[in-house]
């Protein structure tokens, strides 16, 4: 009788676990439209008791583009006391941030940001950056070939976050979602998606409804696959990395850390007009960031065509 009761409790947590993240339909073409996670409402920042802002990401180089104006938006829209963190691995998978988290590696670069300016410490850990500052918010992402594969988060996300929720239980744990390759791109993981741009970003936005929300420890998702492909549905067109790959050193960045803001705070960036470049960036190209980031986190799944079909770019 033991023998049997184990055996269905042993099929039971099998068919709980394949229903998290189990294989996709094949060679998916757009994001799923039926059970859909619901995403939460853009978090209000919940600042520490100095009320200065502390997000930690544990990233790679996406991160490093996504985060690189993010201090000075931050501090346009309000919060002048701010603290980012990035824990930087290029090219690092969720696999091999784990691996170097339980196996306290010091194979991270830290970037740290407390004054508008970057300075970076090589040879760190990530237990040394989750010690650090009392964060109040850490990103994860996965590797952007491995975005789409839903079979390269079902072992390392759940340990990963288990890891930093035993060191920063107080922390909200925020999902960064990356983007899709520019579609003349033909190196790298391009070949795993067909060489697809669409179809590699529905593949991305799936995991993330099906490998990522099913953590409940993930308290929102940052879209910013999302803004950089709604913003390629405008005048600036799929022109929007400066490798195929990594975002341009300017409007591309721009557009990331726009929502990076927008979705954090859940202020609206109408009012935001800092501009990193002027003689890169024209007042055109940023409306079309800003109408890119707003949709990205009205509507985070699904691409938003933009009304701005015309402008300056210098």
């Not at 676990?17 to 409402?41: D, V």
């Not at 975005?147 to 929720?165: F, K």
Request: aromatic share 10%; with cysteine.
């Amino acid at each position: 009788m033991r023998l049997s009761c184990r055996i269905c409790i042993l099929f039971l947590c099998g068919a709980m676990l394949m229903a998290g993240c189990g294989p996709a339909a094949p060679q998916p073409t757009a994001p799923p439209t039926e059970q859909t996670p619901t995403l939460p409402e853009p978090a209000a920042t919940t600042p520490q008791e100095d009320d200065t802002l502390k997000i930690l990401a544990i990233g790679g180089s996406f991160s490093i583009d996504a985060m690189e104006y993010l201090y000075q938006i931050m501090e346009e829209g309000g919060q002048t006391k701010l603290v980012l963190g990035n824990l930087y691995n290029g090219g690092a998978s969720l696999g091999r941030h784990l691996k170097f988290a339980t196996n306290d590696s010091p194979e991270y670069s830290y970037y740290k940001n407390t004054t508008g300016t970057w300075e970076v410490t090589d040879g760190y850990t990530v237990a040394q950056a989750l010690a650090d500052e009392n964060w109040d918010y850490i990103t994860m992402q996965q590797s952007s070939g491995s975005s789409g594969m839903d079979y390269t988060y079902e072992d390392s996300l759940p340990q990963l976050i288990a890891y930093v929720r035993e060191r920063n239980p107080d922390a909200k744990l925020v999902w960064h979602m990356t983007w899709a390759y520019q579609q003349d791109y033909n190196e790298g993981a391009f070949p795993s998606y067909d060489k697809d741009q669409q179809k590699m970003y529905s593949m991305i936005v799936d995991c993330v409804q099906r490998c990522v929300l099913s953590h409940s420890e993930i308290t929102f998702v940052i879209p910013a696959g999302t803004a950089i492909q709604n913003a390629r549905t405008s005048f600036l067109g799929d022109t929007l990395t400066r490798d195929g790959f990594h975002l341009d050193l300017y409007i591309g960045r721009y557009i990331a850390a726009l929502t990076w803001y927008a979705a954090i705070t859940g202020n609206p960036v109408d009012d935001i007009t800092y501009n990193p470049a002027p003689a890169q960036i024209s007042e055109d190209m940023l409306a079309a960031a800003r109408e890119a980031a707003v949709n990205a986190v009205a509507d985070p799944y699904n691409v938003t065509q933009s009304k701005i079909t015309e402008g300056t770019r210098p």
